[in-house]
């Protein structure tokens, strides 16, 4: 008999050795799923017909200014933006804006005054058509190590004047790079660049 406890007694405790085993080869799969999940942040919606009252959490509850929904979007999150023209924006970091349906009808305006998309590291601009900006770097995108795909950069200009004068002599000069993207450390993919202007180097792209 005492013979006949110790065995099962062994049995027991490999079967509690192999189920413990096997939850701690499962470990690394629901680590896994749970930062996939993690990752994935949330979405948030735009559209012309929103109100920036609401939370953009759906386009039934769509704001109606993609800056508005940047300002409630955190680093890893999405907005997605419906056709329309909207305002100049600056993307923080690890922000995706993305358009519906495209460069062809999702478009940054900058009413020839100010920069279109200003872009911080890890954020990423998709689908738009950036045209009308102005600034003396940048006119149309400034992107800081972040990412520029599927856009259509054009009619952008990156322009600032100087003059200096004094009783001897009088000079003056313009300056402004990438009047349509200045990009440090930027990528660009997939994207057309045309008709933009500089005052000093790189119309389309410094």
């Not at 994935?40 to 039934?60: E, I, K, L, R």
């Not at 200096?164 to 990009?183: I, K």
């Amino acid at each position: 008999m005492q013979s006949s406890r110790s065995v099962k007694v062994h049995w027991l405790d490999v079967c509690l050795r192999g189920i413990g085993r096997f939850l701690f080869s499962l470990l690394p799969i629901a680590f896994l799923l749970l930062a996939s999940t993690v990752a994935q942040g949330a979405t948030y919606y735009v559209s012309p017909s929103g109100n920036d009252a609401n939370n953009g959490t759906s386009w039934a509850l769509a704001k109606q200014t993609i800056q508005a929904t940047i300002n409630r979007a955190t680093s890893g999150d999405t907005v997605l933006v419906a056709d329309g023209t909207y305002a100049p924006i600056t993307i923080r970091q690890g922000v995706t804006v993305h358009s519906v349906n495209g460069a062809q009808v999702t478009i940054i305006d900058g009413g020839g005054v100010a920069r279109c998309v200003y872009m911080s590291a890890n954020a990423a601009l998709d689908g738009f058509t950036v045209t009308n900006g102005y600034s003396y770097n940048g006119g149309g995108v400034y992107v800081y190590r972040g990412t520029v795909q599927n856009c259509m950069i054009s009619g952008n200009s990156a322009y600032s004047y100087y003059s200096y004068s004094n009783s001897s002599y009088y000079y003056s000069y313009y300056y402004g790079y990438g009047g349509g993207v200045y990009a440090d450390g930027g990528t660009l993919t997939n994207c057309t660049i045309s008709g933009n202007t500089a005052g000093s180097y790189g119309g389309g792209l410094y």
